[in-house]
């Protein structure tokens, strides 16, 4: 796991004693749920903390990465390149806050080491299953591609994580041009389509959790319920957007570790196996000492 400080931000609160999505990257500060709730992290040690935050944080990631394919077909946006490059860097943007937060810094920094440490499983397996051919690019890609957008958002404040994951100083400096472009696109995209300007749409995204299979999941899915994380998410989205109709995010036993938009439906589906698969990749990662 890399660090998950900027240099010169100041000191927080505790992470856990406020858990609140209010620092919206893509359009600054936006007032959203608050999901505080002290008492699901009372007891908690450093690396139950550890793990709790690069839950959420993957969690957030996968979220916003699916929000992505539904805005782009429930107000037909245009995408010129891969949609799945497009909707990984709206989940950065909407992650990565204006100004030093020491707790959403180290979601979208945990969301980066998760693509991260699913290319060091491939790669421990000597390389074999490597998708070449996918609609995603591959895992080390995608982590490099979001730590350049968080380094690009302060390179100063960020200059120790740049160093941390081996970026060099030539590409931190292209990496500002990356996440202005990114989050400029994105703006210009949905200014047509804000709440400022069309007023409050007809559609809403809306979380609903079915009851898991198994103990363990049942354990992951209180967990992220309580915390409100989800539901905090949603609400920014549904203050800045103005949506033609309703976008249902469903949390649910898939038998796969996934998460999906169904374009028929207009609905997103985040498995219960895939919170479980984040789980399980840094407590192995902390096993190994990572």
């Given at each position: 796991?890399?660090?998950?400080?900027?240099?010169?931000?100041?000191?927080?609160?505790?992470?856990?004693?406020?858990?609140?999505?209010?620092?919206?990257?893509?359009?600054?500060?936006?007032p959203a749920a608050n999901?505080?709730?002290?008492?699901?992290?009372?007891?908690?040690?450093?690396?139950?903390?550890?793990?709790?935050?690069?839950?959420?944080?993957?969690?957030?990631?996968?979220?916003?990465?699916?929000?992505?394919?539904?805005?782009?077909?429930?107000l037909d946006l245009p995408?010129?390149?891969?949609?799945?490059?497009?909707?990984?860097?709206?989940?950065?943007?909407?992650?990565?806050?204006?100004?030093?937060?020491?707790?959403?810094?180290?979601?979208?920094?945990?969301?980066?080491?998760?693509?991260?440490?699913?290319?060091?499983?491939?790669?421990?397996?000597?390389?074999?299953?490597?998708?070449?051919?996918?609609?995603?690019?591959?895992?080390?890609?995608?982590?490099?591609?979001?730590?350049?957008?968080?380094?690009?958002?302060?390179?100063?404040?960020?200059?120790?994580?740049?160093?941390?994951?081996?970026?060099?100083?030539?590409?931190?400096?292209?990496?500002?041009?990356?996440?202005?472009?990114?989050?400029?696109?994105?703006?210009?995209?949905?200014?047509?389509?804000?709440?400022?300007?069309?007023?409050?749409?007809?559609?809403?995204?809306?979380?609903?959790?079915?009851?898991?299979?198994?103990?363990?999941?049942?354990?992951?899915?209180?967990?992220?319920?309580?915390?409100?994380?989800?539901?905090?998410?949603?609400?920014?989205?549904?203050t800045l957007i103005h949506?033609?109709?309703?976008?249902?995010?469903?949390?649910?036993?898939?038998?796969?570790?996934?998460?999906?938009?169904?374009?028929?439906?207009?609905?997103?589906?985040?498995?219960?196996?895939?919170?479980?698969?984040?789980?399980?990749?840094?407590?192995?990662?902390?096993?190994?000492?990572?």
């Open positions: 796991m890399t660090s998950a400080s900027r240099s010169r931000a100041t000191a927080a609160p505790h992470w856990f004693a406020v858990l609140m999505i209010c620092c919206v990257g893509l359009w600054g500060t936006v999901a505080s709730n002290d008492r699901i992290f009372t007891g908690l040690d450093e690396t139950e903390e550890e793990i709790a935050l690069f839950v959420l944080g993957n969690t957030l990631f996968t979220f916003y990465h699916e929000i992505g394919h539904a805005l782009i077909h429930a995408v010129v390149g891969r949609e799945e490059d497009a909707v990984d860097g709206f989940a950065a943007v909407m992650m990565i806050p204006d100004e030093p937060d020491d707790f959403m810094d180290a979601l979208v920094i945990s969301a980066a080491d998760g693509w991260l440490l699913y290319a060091a499983e491939i790669e421990e397996k000597g390389g074999d299953g490597i998708p070449f051919w996918a609609e995603h690019s591959l895992d080390e890609q995608r982590f490099f591609s979001t730590a350049c957008l968080i380094v690009g958002s302060d390179p100063e404040g960020f200059a120790d994580y740049a160093s941390d994951v081996g970026l060099p100083r030539s590409r931190t400096e292209t990496c500002e041009v990356d996440f202005y472009q990114m989050r400029r696109g994105w703006r210009r995209l949905l200014a047509d389509h804000l709440v400022e300007t069309r007023g409050q749409g007809r559609g809403q995204v809306l979380i609903a959790y079915q009851r898991p299979k198994t103990t363990a999941i049942a354990d992951l899915q209180s967990f992220l319920e309580r915390s409100g994380i989800l539901e905090a998410a949603a609400e920014a989205i549904n949506l033609p109709s309703d976008i249902p995010v469903t949390v649910s036993s898939c038998n796969v570790a996934g998460a999906y938009y169904i374009p028929a439906r207009r609905s997103v589906v985040l498995c219960y196996e895939l919170i479980a698969e984040f789980e399980r990749l840094i407590v192995e990662d902390i096993q190994r000492g990572g």
